[in-house]
């Protein structure tokens, strides 16, 4: 990383898809990974890497990941980030069989809970959960919020290759909807029937393979009729939304031709058209992707109270990122609500002043 970036007097800066993992949980995942009972190609492949190269990028990665005191703190610092929302990082618990990941997101939410106590001015969480068994994991967001103080919900994610169009799913839905906290859609690799030809091309992580199953588990909800049955839903993609606020006009364009042609027995017609529920029911964030033009055009879209900015710690630190999304030109204004108000807004809290 090159020199530090100073805190801003105009605005916050407040990173909205920062990654932590427990202990426990990066335990398990080499147990698994050794077992050789899973059958997750795209796990395998991140964090067969992640969990067990000894490069520097991994090394550096897996350290920073369960730090959640000094180290993360000075990086913060050093990057002139006020305050991180942290999450559980992909694919959380979502690998595991049921009763492992309930207790597993139990006790992850406990311990980013007691860190955000340690570090109040500095962190805010959103809570994991267990999609394999829904009754659980709607009482655990429940939980997460309520009792822990947690402002959203972490979904990485496909669970075990089935993804939330699914209805016996939308239990989680429903709670994030009447707790009036968002549900974060974050990417993992892509499920197995889908993972083969990006592993072959070595597509299959951040670079490319995350985004493409990401946008299409969110377009998916989208199109099952999610936010028909919740209309009140946040549900909030990072990477600019992977990719679909740029593909608005024919995603519209071609549902409709679906749906009027009768093609698909799941394609069923929906009370809005697909760009209005992006513009209605999703927030975007920039995580480690600066491109000025590319985030004017999201705020032009969708509105400049639905695009905010993330750094995607720790696996993309660096403080020129930092630089080239505050010189994104834009208002004063406008800068404030991408850097601090917008997330504010989305997540409920407010940025306590730095002692």
């Known amino acids: 990383m090159t020199a530090s970036v100073p805190f801003s007097k105009e605005y916050a800066r407040v990173a909205t898809e920062e990654a932590f993992a427990i202990p426990e949980m990066l335990r398990l995942y080499k147990e698994l990974l050794a077992s ?70 139990v006790q992850a939410n406990d311990i980013l809970a007691e860190a955000i106590r340690r570090h109040p001015t500095r962190y805010v969480g959103l809570a994991a959960c267990a999609p394999q068994d829904p009754a659980h994991a709607a009482r655990e967001i429940e939980r997460g919020v309520t009792k822990l103080g947690l402002r959203g919900v972490i979904i990485n994610s496909h669970t075990r290759h089935e993804y939330l169009n699914d209805r016996k799913f939308w239990a989680i839905f429903e709670a994030a909807e009447a707790l009036g906290v968002p549900v974060y859609l974050h990417p993992t690799t892509p499920s197995k029937n889908m993972v083969q030809p990006f592993i072959e091309r070595g597509l299959d992580g951040a670079i490319y393979g995350f985004g493409v199953e990401t ?52 394609m069923q017609p929906l009370q809005l058209k697909v760009s209005e529920y992006l513009r ?38 660096e403080a020129d990122e930092v630089r080239l999304s505050d010189a994104a030109p834009m208002s004063a204004a406008t800068r404030r609500k991408f850097f601090q108000t917008n997330a504010e807004e989305l997540f409920g809290f407010r940025v306590q002043p730095r002692a």
Request: net charge negative.
């Open 36 to 105: 050789g009972t899973h059958d997750d190609p795209g796990f395998q492949s991140l964090w067969g890497f992640y969990g067990g190269s000894p490069s520097a990028r991994a090394t550096a990665i897996y350290e920073r990941l369960q730090d959640l005191d000094a180290r993360r703190i000075g990086d913060m610092d050093a990057t002139g980030i006020d305050v991180a929302i942290l999450a559980l990082t992909a694919p959380g618990v979502q690998v595991f069989d049921a009763a492992t990941a309930r207790t597993v997101s």
């Open 215 to 266: 946008g299409m588990h969110a377009l998916t909800i989208i199109t099952s009729g999610v936010f028909d049955r919740f209309p009140r839903l946040k549900l909030v993609l990072g990477h600019l939304g992977e990719a679909l606020p740029f593909w608005m006009y024919r995603l519209d364009y071609m549902h409709l031709a679906g749906v009027r042609a009768g093609r698909y027995a799941c």
């Open 280 to 317: 209605r029911n999703v927030w975007v964030t920039t995580s480690g992707m600066p491109a000025a033009p590319a985030i004017r055009y999201c705020q032009e879209v969708l509105g400049e109270d639905r695009v905010l900015y993330a750094m995607d710690y720790p696996y993309q630190y």
